[in-house]
């Protein structure tokens, strides 16, 4: 119950915003604000690119927050000592935050919890991160089971359905509260007004494009949102509504509208992972599909070092995996067909190409990783009949028809002609596999797809065929 004198904690984490927070919101219900950002573990330490990109969310944050008259106050050391530390200096008597969507994430904030409110504190902790929180959808679903779905199809036709306005509310803070706490990384970054500037850029025309752009790594820009979403600089509701504003404009032509419904649809792909992290709590490390728990992932192959170089012979897989390593960020195709190589072709356990990529990547989402890294290895949320093996060869052919990708990306090929088949691995075009060039030859596919792909459909099929002859006494 809010009192005119009440104070309460905000724990920032993965929020490091101001605007359309529905957590800030929810707690400015119960008194003034302290801000605070308690440091414990470093789970960005895996990526320095990670790592540096939120050191400028943090700094974009305290100068927001410095603005508005309320220091952020950031202490280090143990997540409950720290909290009834600081919760008993600032006479605070509720503490708020953003819940997590992954397991670690969320059993800390469980175990929070318990300590805090055993100290007779209240917490007070909201959905903020999706763009329409878990329990509404599955509120929504026609079944009684009161879980989340587990396939994407129904769950959208739910997710546009309900209509999750952004938070307006302004957080109430406690002005000059007199805590202290280390000072904030000086590293100037892209703070919340800097993402929505840039989705306002991306919406007023590229996003047009989008259809073509999320498939095609040559042609137009994909959103580039992940970060800003992964850090919470930019709220999915913001990004929902502005797509939805922009989509009421009548002179749109029917591709652009198109692209517009897919560019939500991706956003709704979010949100469906982060349900399925937030209702299947097991699911970041064992596969969503329960009979496909005992089906044996390699840990290792030959060739697995020379996927994380980007030198399988295969351009399209290779252009990704090289503009992972200079960049932090792969295109979304590529990523399909890269990961789809690992898993597939190399038979390599999705869990390797999760971590190998976490180490990579600049944005920060478990769940998304998880998520994704299952649907690929056909264990997961995409409950088709057999896994789809992507062909390399063919998604060269289909999305980068001149190879502008490959030979972006890939120095070895950046003089080849802008021609169709350029993006073809080396072994097709018997005069580029020569080693000409020594050391800068681009290789020769590692293994021949078409033998992998079958070896695994076979390897597949038959485990399948053993759990359904096996007695149902496993739970
Ligand atoms: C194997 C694999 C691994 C992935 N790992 C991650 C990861 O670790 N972290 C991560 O944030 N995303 C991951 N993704 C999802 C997606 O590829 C990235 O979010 C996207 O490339 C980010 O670029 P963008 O913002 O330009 O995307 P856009 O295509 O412009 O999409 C806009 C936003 O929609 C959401 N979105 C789009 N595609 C997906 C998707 N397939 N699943 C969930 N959300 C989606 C993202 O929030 C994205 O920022 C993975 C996809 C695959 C296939």
Redesign the pocket.
């Known amino acids: 119950m809010s009192a005119p004198d009440a104070r309460a904690l905000f724990l920032f984490d993965r929020d490091l915003r101001l605007d359309d927070h529905a957590a800030l919101a929810a707690l400015s219900s119960y008194g003034e604000i302290v801000p605070v950002l308690a440091v414990t573990g470093d789970s960005y330490a895996s990526s320095a690119r990670r790592r540096s990109a939120r050191e400028a969310a943090i700094d974009g944050l305290a100068t927001s927050l410095a603005q508005a008259g309320a220091p952020l106050v950031i202490r280090r050391g143990s997540l409950a000592a720290t909290v009834l530390g600081l919760a008993r200096e600032a006479r605070a008597t509720a503490v708020g935050w953003s819940l997590a969507y992954d397991a670690p994430g969320l059993a800390a904030q469980r175990s929070l919890q318990a300590e805090l409110e055993e100290a007779g504190l209240t917490v007070i902790a909201t959905h903020d991160a999706p763009a329409v929180p878990p329990e509404e959808t599955a509120a929504a679903r026609a079944s009684d089971e009161g879980l989340g779905y587990r396939a994407f199809a129904p769950y959208l036709a739910t997710w546009r359905r309900l209509d999750v306005p952004p938070v307006v509310a302004r957080p109430r803070f406690a002005r000059a509260h007199g805590l202290r706490g280390e000072a904030p990384p000086a590293s100037a970054g892209p703070g919340g007004a800097a993402a929505r500037a840039a989705l306002e850029t991306y919406l007023a025309g590229p996003a047009l494009g989008?259809a073509t752009a999320?498939d095609v790594p040559g042609d137009g820009?994909?959103?580039?949102?992940?970060v800003a979403?992964?850090l919470g600089t930019l709220a999915a509701r913001t990004v929902r509504a502005s797509i939805a504003a922009r989509a009421r404009d009548p002179f749109l032509l029917v591709e652009e509208r198109l692209s517009l419904r897919a560019?939500e649809r991706?956003?709704a792909?979010?949100d469906?992972?982060l349900q399925l992290a937030w209702f299947f709590e097991d699911a970041p490390d064992a596969p969503l599909q329960r009979r496909m728990r005992g089906f044996p992932g390699a840990a290792d192959h030959p060739a697995l070092a020379v996927w994380r170089e980007g030198r399988t012979g295969y351009p399209f897989v290779d252009a990704g995996l090289r503009q992972l390593a200079a960049t932090g960020?792969?295109?979304?195709r590529a990523?399909?067909v890269a990961?789809s190589f690992l898993c597939f072709d190399l038979g390599v356990d999705w869990r390797v190409?999760?971590d190998a990529?976490?180490r990579e990547?600049e944005?920060?989402?478990p769940a998304?990783?998880a998520?994704?890294?299952q649907?690929?290895a056909g264990l997961g949320a995409d409950l088709a009949q057999f896994p789809r093996i992507y062909n390399p060869r063919k998604q060269a052919r289909a999305y980068d028809p001149i190879g502008s990708y490959a030979r972006r990306w890939i120095a070895e090929l950046a003089d080849r002609p802008a021609a169709a088949g350029a993006g073809e691995p080396a072994a097709n075009r018997p005069q580029l596999a020569l080693p000409l060039f020594g050391d800068r030859a681009y290789p020769a596919p590692v293994v021949d797809h078409e033998t992998a792909a079958r070896a695994y459909l076979r390897r597949y099929a038959a485990y399948v065929r053993d759990q359904t002859a096996a007695p149902i006494s496993s739970p």
């Open positions: 989008y999320r820009p994909t959103a580039r949102l992940s979403l992964g560019f991706a956003l792909q979010r469906f992972f960020w792969m295109h979304p990523r399909l990961a190409g999760r990529w976490d990547l944005e920060y989402d998304l990783a998520g994704n890294w649907w690929v």
